[in-house]
């Protein structure tokens, strides 16, 4: 059974920095697409990057490239955010996500394995 659990968010001052952590289990990572994606209140599930397990491809959403960077370990079944230069509109709820195929997109209709979400706030 797959599960996804996130952790590392918090709270942070604007220009402030970040890294989120997904762990994964019940499957091995070497062939999936993993993501992450966040809600903000009131707000649609958005798409932020992802990444191929098998040859580290990625795709970010244009409203955080050159700001985060999706990685991930295949030894440790793990999926990172690190999040620099962030906004207040960078608050939401952040969501890993995993699909057994190898092909990028942030859609997340795409994608059938979700965490609980982790909460990140930036205010100052």
């Known amino acids: 059974q797959v599960q996804l659990a996130e952790s590392g968010g918090g709270l942070v001052q604007p220009g402030g920095s970040l890294r989120l952590s997904c762990a994964a289990s019940?499957?091995?990572?070497?062939?999936?697409?993993l993501a992450w994606f966040r809600q903000a209140p009131g707000k649609e599930r958005e798409g932020v990057a992802c990444?191929?397990?098998?040859?580290?491809?990625?795709l970010y959403a244009d409203s955080v490239k050159g700001r985060f960077t999706i990685s991930r370990d295949n030894a440790k079944n793990t999926l990172y955010l690190q999040m620099k230069d962030l906004k207040p509109e960078d608050t939401a709820v952040y969501y890993c996500a995993a699909h057994d195929w190898a092909r990028l997109s942030i859609s997340s209709a795409d994608y059938p394995f979700w965490g609980q979400g982790t909460q990140v706030a930036v205010s100052s």
């Open positions: 990444i191929t397990t098998s040859d580290g491809s990625t």
């Open positions: 019940g499957f091995v990572l070497n062939y999936y697409t």
